[in-house]
Structures are given as structure tokens and as C-alpha cells.
């Protein structure tokens, strides 16, 4: 196992965790790859969708990168660039986590980090911000986990002001990610629960329907129960208080949906 800790140079760090290829079968192949984005409304990183998410990856024959991006009072454009720098440093090394394609995965506002990369990793400045040619920057394909996507109606308003600095909707709408799908979006694979009272279900609604507008290829599952930040709906990642009330064993299957669409890109 490749177990490894790396400071980025815009700040935040990566955690990598791949496994060794095995030489007594064939020390020749490569993986595809996940960056992870765990939640936490830019106020924290979850660690309930951080290492437990990156070791079910691993189980699934995908080598996992957990990042851990800086949160307020840090403003955007922080995080972008560390999710955007962090894809690169994975590509750039892919040789050595032996990795080929690289999808990127985020919950909850990660699920905003992760699609502002999905739908900014073209965008002039970045590249030139990192001195990094766009196609480092660009995700092979996106898993967004009951996102936040909208700055509108249905946003979630902590998390933009945590990203803004900004308690006003106004100032919110430049990170509406819906307008800013177009045919360079990755490939992208979503769910949400319809009773989500956090981040609602119309997040991703409306995301998939900007796909669709896009001619931009993409899954998307709805399970009828569970509240908020699921994460992997099991007792690893249950708070102990709220385990019966919170764990819904039905939305366990995501991950294999996932890893299957990782796979397939």
C-alpha cells in the first residue's frame, strides 16, 4: 500500500491511499483513480466522508486521494485551486500511484468543490494561476454525492456565505454551477435522498438537467429516505446518538453504482 501525505503548494493536503501493484502477477497495470472531497458547508472537512470513503474505493480496485482543502475564513478562489492543483499532482504522478484516469468525487459543499472543478477546470485564469496546462485540471469524470449546486432557491445558504465571505443571495450567484455546465462538464454520476431537509434534492435536479441540456453523459439515483450527508449510511460513519434515526441501509449502494461509473469513463 502507497499510504502518503502531501502539502500542496496553494495550501491543503492530499492523502493518498493506493495499492501496491503486486509483481507476482503483473507489476504493469494501472487503476483509475478518485479525488475525494469531503463536506462540511466550507466550515470543516468531514472526516465521515474522507478515509472511510477512500478505503471502499480501494476495496473497489480504485486508488483513493482524499483532500483536505482550507474552509473559512478562507474564500474562494482557495479551495478551487487546491482541488485543481491536487488533480494535477495525481495526474502527474500517475506512474507512480499507478493510476490512469482520474474521476473526482465530492459530498455536500465538496460536492460543490468537486463540480466547480467539473465545470472550471478550462477556465484561462486557473491554468495560468497554477502554471498548469487545462487538461491536467480537467476530471475524467465526476461523482457528486447529495451536492450543493444552486445559489438560488434551494441553495444552502451556509455554505455560501462560508464561500463568499458574503451573507448576500446576490453576491451567491456567480457559484450557481448549474448555469456553468456546458459540452466540456464531465461525464457525471449523482444521487441525493428526496428527503434531504439540508441540501435539497432540487440541487441535483438541477444539475442533471443542465447535463441533459449539455448533451453532457450522466447517472443520477433518488432514494425516497435518509436525511443529510448519508456518507457510506453504515455504523463507521454514524454518529453514535443518531444511529438508528440517521442509517439508511437502502442508499448502501451507491458506492458500488460509482465505482462501476468510475470504471466505465
Known amino acids: ?147 450543493v449546486i444552486t445559489a438560488g432557491e434551494f441553495t444552502h445558504a451556509g455554505s455560501m456565505e462560508n464561500l463568499t465571505g458574503s451573507t448576500e443571495p446576490k453576491d451567491w450567484e456567480a457559484y450557481s454551477l448549474e448555469k456553468l455546465v456546458s459540452d466540456k462538464t464531465p461525464r457525471t454520476f449523482l444521487w441525493h435522498t428526496w428527503e434531504d431537509e439540508g441540501v435539497p434534492v432540487e440541487n441535483s435536479l438541477l444539475f442533471a438537467s443542465a447535463l441533459r441540456k449539455a448533451g453532457v453523459l450522466a447517472e443520477m439515483h433518488i432514494y425516497p429516505h435518509g436525511s443529510h450527508g448519508q456518507s457510506l449510511s453504515t455504523e463507521r460513519v454514524t454518529f453514535p446518538e443518531q444511529f438508528y434515526s440517521t442509517m439508511v441501509p437502502a442508499v448502501r449502494n451507491w458506492i458500488d453504482m460509482a465505482a462501476r461509473w468510475i470504471k466505465e469513463g
Open 1 to 147: 500500500m502507497i499510504y502518503e501525505k502531501i502539502n500542496l503548494p496553494h495550501g491543503g493536503k492530499l492523502t493518498a491511499y493506493c495499492p501496491d501493484n503486486l509483481t507476482e502477477i503483473n507489476d504493469t497495470r494501472s487503476w483509475r483513480g478518485v479525488l475525494i472531497c469531503p463536506g462540511g458547508a466550507y466550515a470543516m472537512v468531514s472526516q465521515r466522508e474522507a478515509e472511510p470513503i477512500a478505503l471502499q474505493m480501494v476495496a473497489r480496485d480504485i486508488c483513493a486521494f482524499v483532500l483536505e482543502y482550507d474552509v473559512a475564513p478562507a474564500r474562494y478562489p482557495t479551495q478551487l485551486l487546491q482541488a485543481a492543483e491536487a488533480m494535477a499532482y495525481i495526474k502527474e504522478n500517475k506512474e507512480k500511484y499507478y493510476v490512469n484516469e482520474v474521476a473526482v468525487m465530492g459530498f455536500s459543499a465538496g460536492g460543490h468543490l468537486a463540480a466547480s472543478l467539473g465545470t472550471k477546470w478550462h477556465e484561462t485564469w486557473l491554468s495560468e494561476k497554477l502554471c498548469k496546462p487545462s487538461d491536467l485540471l480537467r476530471p475524467d469524470s465526476m461523482v457528486l454525492c447529495y451536492p
